[in-house]
């Protein structure tokens, strides 16, 4: 199982980006997806997560200005962020709780996008 995250960018403050991660591989079930980001010298911290019914959560430093949304069909989940502050300034990772054809439920992490905002 692969997950691959895209869309991140450098953005001023106010501005918007898009981002997606799309899973792939041998997957039978994706119960949770979400986004997490990392900025230089703090820890992995929650943004957002969708469940499979579309459940969603989000850290309060984000509600109101992202969005989380998700295409079962396509196993890709996608985070719109607008209203940009320079705090947002980050690596975002992509993240899902997947059951693979034959293996039991794991925890996947996405490589690392990039998301610059400029004061």
């Known amino acids: 199982v692969q997950l691959q995250a895209s869309g991140g960018g450098l953005v001023q403050t106010g501005g918007y980006l898009r981002l997606s991660c799309a899973a792939s591989?041998?997957?039978?079930?994706?119960?949770?997806m979400g986004w997490y980001r990392q900025a230089p010298g703090n820890q992995r911290e929650l943004v957002a997560t969708?469940?499979?019914?579309?459940?969603?959560n989000y850290a309060d430093s984000v509600k109101g200005r992202f969005t989380i949304s998700r295409n079962n069909a396509k196993n890709t989940i996608y985070l719109q962020m607008n209203s940009l502050k320079p705090e947002d300034t980050a690596a975002y990772y992509c993240?899902?709780?997947?059951?693979?054809?034959?293996?039991?439920?794991?925890?996947?992490w996405g490589q690392g996008t990039l998301v610059t905002v400029s004061s």
């Open positions: 993240y899902a709780f997947v059951k693979p054809i034959s293996d039991s439920w794991e925890h996947y």
């Open positions: 591989g041998s997957i039978l079930s994706i119960a949770i």
């Open positions: 969708i469940t499979s019914r579309s459940s969603t």
